[in-house]
């Protein structure tokens, strides 16, 4: 008997106090709480969340699949591949302008030791940086992978195997 006692009384989260029948939710300074009565008047009422339960013939669904949007990547974002010797081009276009570090760090408006290890090849700039120096310096950092594909086949159409088996295809 006094386990069924224990598993049915509530201990107010207020007073301490024993709570006789239904608790109460308020919320005090952003603080949910499970209160009795008379302490309910110190806080707003906070209408519990109910779960809905398992109606009656109800069949349970699986969730389908392919219904979840995939979370945006930073690839995602990407416009381009950047050059790999980005650090190299930097400098040269900044010298040709006769500008010291500081002096385009200032230009930009970002700190110099950014610029020093962006030069160094130590780190890669981020995508707003990379459009300042850009724009700054008159230069493309960016390998646009159609740009690419076009130095790689040279102009030239040359036929993948999948081309080659809608060839056969169509032949029957």
């Not at 190299?88 to 230009?107: C, D, T």
Request: hydrophobic share 35%; aromatic share 2%.
């Amino acid at each position: 008997m006094s386990i069924k006692m224990f598993a049915t009384s509530m201990q107010c989260e207020m007073c301490g106090g024993r709570i006789h029948g239904n608790p109460k939710t308020i919320r005090v300074e952003g603080a949910v709480l499970e209160v009795c009565a008379q302490c309910a008047r110190y806080g707003t009422e906070v209408q519990a969340p109910q779960k809905p339960g398992p109606r009656a013939g109800a069949v349970p669904r699986a969730p389908v699949a392919g219904t979840q949007r995939r979370k945006k990547d930073v690839f995602d974002l990407i416009e381009g591949e950047i050059v790999e010797d980005y650090g190299e081009r930097i400098r040269n276009a900044r010298m040709e302008r006769g500008w010291s570090q500081k002096e385009l760090a200032l230009q930009l408006k970002e700190k110099e030791l950014l610029i020093k290890k962006i030069e160094k090849g130590d780190l890669i700039p981020e995508d707003d940086v990379r459009r300042k120096l850009e724009k700054a310096l008159n230069i493309r950092l960016i390998d646009s992978p159609d740009e690419e594909s076009a130095k790689k086949t040279g102009g030239k159409v040359v036929p993948t195997l999948g081309d080659v088996i809608s060839l056969k295809k169509i032949k029957k």
